[in-house]
């Protein structure tokens, strides 16, 4: 099990820019594919960026790419989710989760076991 905790988040006008941050505690993110996802309220949750693990490749929703950028801090043991240009509908409660994919699968929820999932952030972009 993989203990994840979002922050960063907070109310922003449109165009703004905020940097999410995904923490663990106890394990090496640098193990694990990560990868960010966010719910809109009403909608179901959509796979926007992930990381694979060890260096791998970056993969990004069609819905972000080209505005929102991820990397990896390993001397602290974080995953950053920077959001540039932010619209409205970008609102959303942003989780992070950890799991194993090794593909561009990492932007689907079902490939991360369900106790490796943060609790969320709550990211609001005003018009």
């Known amino acids: 099990q993989v203990q994840l905790v979002e922050s960063g988040g907070g109310l922003v006008q449109a165009g703004g820019s905020l940097r999410l941050s995904c923490a663990a505690s106890g394990v090496t993110l640098d193990r694990y594919a990560i990868g960010w996802f966010r719910q809109a309220p009403g909608k179901g949750r959509e796979g926007i960026s992930c990381?694979?693990?060890?260096?791998?490749?970056?993969y990004y929703a069609d819905s972000v790419a080209g505005r929102f950028s991820i990397s990896r801090d390993n001397d602290n043991n974080a995953v950053y989710l920077q959001m540039d240009n932010l619209k409205p509908q970008d609102t959303a409660v942003y989780y992070c989760?950890?799991?194993?994919?090794?593909?561009?699968?990492?932007?689907?929820?079902?490939?991360?076991?369900?106790?490796?999932w943060g609790k969320g952030t709550l990211v609001t972009v005003s018009s």
């Open positions: 989760a950890a799991g194993g994919a090794t593909t561009d699968n990492c932007l689907v929820e079902r490939y991360y076991p369900r106790y490796n």
């Open positions: 990381i694979l693990a060890r260096g791998g490749r970056l």
